[in-house]
Nanobody
Framework: QVQLVESGGGLVQAGDSLRLSCAASGVAFSTYAMGWFRQPQGKEREFVAY????????WYGESVKGRFTISRDNAKNVVYLQMNSLKPEDTAVYFC????????????????????WGQGTQVTVSS
């Protein structure tokens, strides 16, 4: 059974950086694309970033493009989200998710393409 565990969230000030990690177990990690989503309190979950299984393809939500970077270490079964120049509007619970295939770049924004989710980690950015 797949288990995804996020870490690295916290309370930071606007302009600071954070790196989120998502450790995967119970899955052939290197054969699946991965994504990060976030859900601000009282709002719907939204796409943040996507990476194909071999790291060769990455995509970002418009609001984080140029500030966030997704990466993965298939030897360690970990996917990362480096978040720079954080803004108060980045405040949310961040979730990592395993895609249903090695590459879902044709529809990476849709949560329906992801079959396993972590429990989430809170990121709070103060102004």
């Amino acid at each position: 059974q797949v288990q995804l565990v996020e870490s690295g969230g916290g309370l930071v000030q606007a302009g600071d950086s954070l790196r989120l990690s998502c450790a995967a177990s119970g899955v052939a990690f290197s054969t699946y694309a991965m994504g990060w989503f976030r859900q601000p309190q009282g709002k719907e979950r939204e796409f943040v970033a996507y990476i194909a299984s071999n790291g060769g393809s990455t995509w970002y939500g418009e609001s984080v493009k140029g500030r966030f970077t997704i990466s993965r270490d298939n030897a360690k079964n970990v996917v990362y989200l480096q978040m720079n120049s954080l803004k108060p509007e980045d405040t949310a619970v961040y979730f990592c998710a395993q895609a249903r295939a090695y590459d879902v770049s044709w529809n990476y924004r849709s949560s329906s393409q992801y079959t396993a989710w972590g429990q989430g980690t809170q990121v709070t950015v103060s102004s």
